[in-house]
């Protein structure tokens, strides 16, 4: 079983930049794909961006140019690097492998973008 801790939200007015962390532990040799995540409020849960034990990057299209993920893998943590953030990416940010039913989720990291 693989546990994600996700850390470095905050709030920050629009235009600003944060780093978000996501320390993995447990299985994480068998983690194929690693994604951030994120849930805004009255809003489903979507992909924002992910990254593959290969170093494909997706991303979703509201965030392509400004978010970057990356990862290291000698310490099993995946960042996202956010810039030029705008506040309709206020949201609880979430890491976790391909979406898959009965997951579980961590408790996440609030990033508010005021205006």
């Known amino acids: 079983q693989v546990q994600f801790v996700e850390s470095g939200g905050g709030l920050v007015q629009a235009g600003g930049s944060l780093r978000l962390s996501c320390a993995a532990s447990?299985?994480?040799?068998?983690?194929?794909?690693i994604a951030w995540y994120r849930q805004a409020p009255g809003k489903q849960r979507e992909l924002v961006a992910g990254?593959?034990?290969?170093?494909?990057?997706n991303y979703a299209d509201s965030v392509k140019g400004r978010f970057t993920i990356s990862r290291d893998s000698a310490k099993n943590t995946v960042y996202l690097q956010m810039n030029s953030l705008k506040p309709e990416d206020t949201a609880v940010y979430y890491c976790?492998?391909?979406?898959?039913?009965?997951?579980?989720w961590g408790q996440g990291t609030q990033v508010t973008v005021s205006s």
């Open positions: 990254i593959s034990r290969y170093g494909i990057t």
């Open positions: 976790n492998r391909a979406l898959s039913s009965g997951m579980a």
């Open positions: 447990g299985s994480t040799f068998s983690i194929n794909f």
